[in-house]
């Protein structure tokens, strides 16, 4: 009989120990589509909309899928500009200045990141009296970027999140490189687009810079700068010019370097660096390499440092030198570069 318990026992803790192994049953998927649980205003031109969990990055972005409705008379007003944020449930959407009154929002086709569906909602508010305080983004050029083989006369469309001030936006907003920007500029309806006109110069690296001025209705001005570049030819040449920064042990902030032919003293490139950084597309030339920057504690001066370099690259395309920086009074800056560094430090965040 004890021999009998002791195999019923041991059977037992067997089949127990041959369990553990065994994995659980898989979790449902998920299948719900996504809510909305509020809608809160900003401002005067801007909502925030509150999901229930997370959305996918492209059915926010779709201007369609969000209307206001005038509950009194039925009509509805489109949005101008619409995103999901980083945390992902929740979207900023930019509205035109509304009626101190109480509207409706509606929102259609919203996704959640597992592609499951909210064909529509729909949540009231009453637009806010703040002032707007939310810098506007340059969220669409054509040209992109980069355009080879670009036509000598033709047009760049620059298209924004809202509304801008059109009367304070001009040619003086632009630093320019063998291109010629006329000084009308076109404006839609919304003031959410501009249409500019431009000429290059044949067989030129052609560079608009767009500096962060271009202020919208609000006054908030751009907060980034935007380079784009042109050329006639069918190709970019594929150098690079690789920098390093001579320094002592200082920390420096807000730093930026400005690549300028030696000859006219153009921009070819402005960019934010780091104490190593590289130049791309650099045709071969004479250039003055110009860094300015910062001091982490001590704001009587900059550091400044400019070398003049002939880049004429061999067949590795690629050429190492280093600007040595210093630190000086701001006086002693060129008051061309002073300027435009006041605008880059000041204005991008």
């Known amino acids: 009989m004890k021999l009998k318990i002791i195999y019923i026992s041991i059977f037992y803790i067997l089949f127990l120990l041959s369990g553990c192994g065994k994995k659980l049953p898989p979790t449902s998927p998920d299948r719900w589509a996504p809510r909305v649980l509020n809608v809160n205003t ?3 031109h801007h909502l925030r909309i509150f999901f229930s969990e ?18 009194e008379n039925g009509e509805t007003t489109s949005v101008i500009y619409s995103e999901r944020d980083k945390k992902g449930d929740e979207v900023l959407i930019t509205v ?8 409706s929002l509606l929102i259609f086709n919203i996704k959640d990141i597992k592609g499951n ?41 620059l298209r924004f999140s809202e509304p801008m001030d059109s009367g304070a936006c001009g ?27 431009y000429r290059l110069v044949k067989d030129k690296i ?21 380079i784009l570049t042109l050329t006639t030819s069918d190709t970019l040449p594929k150098n690079r010019m690789n920098i390093k920064i001579i320094k002592d042990e200082k920390e420096l902030t807000k730093t930026y370097a400005f690549l300028r032919n030696a ?13 190593t950084f590289s130049f791309f597309f650099t045709p071969p030339d004479t250039y003055f390499i110009s860094v300015v920057a910062q001091d982490s504690l001590d704001t009587t001066g900059l550091w400044w440092g400019e070398k003049k370099i002939a880049f004429f690259p061999d067949t590795t395309r690629s050429v190492d030198e280093e600007v040595e920086v210093d630190f000086i009074k701001r006086d002693r800056i060129p008051e061309s570069l002073l300027n435009l560094y006041k605008i880059l430090s000041t204005n991008i965040k």
Do not use: H
Not at 137 to 154: C, F, K, N, V, W
Not at 171 to 197: A, G, K, M, P, Q
Not at 263 to 275: A, E, G, K, N, Y
């Open 96 to 103: 035109p200045k509304l009626e101190d009154m109480k509207y």
């Open 263 to 275: 000859s006219d003293r153009l921009f070819q490139d402005i960019s934010p660096v780091d104490t």
């Open 206 to 226: 052609c560079k608009l810079f767009m500096l962060p001025l271009m202020p919208d209705l609000s006054g908030n001005s751009l907060s980034e700068m935007r």
């Open 54 to 71: 997370k959305i996918d990055t492209l059915t926010p972005k779709k201007l369609d899928n969000f209307k206001i409705l005038n509950p």
């Open 171 to 197: 040619i003086n907003d632009f630093v320019t490189t063998y291109i010629d920007i006329d000084s009308l500029f076109v404006w839609n309806e919304t003031l959410t687009e501009v249409t500019l006109r």
């Open 42 to 44: 900003v401002d005067e």
């Open 117 to 157: 569906l909210m064909i529509r909602a729909e949540k009231s508010f009453k637009p806010s009296n703040e002032k707007d305080t939310i810098d506007p983004i340059l969220r669409y050029t054509r040209p992109s970027r980069i355009r080879t083989s670009a036509p000598l006369d033709s047009i760049i469309l």
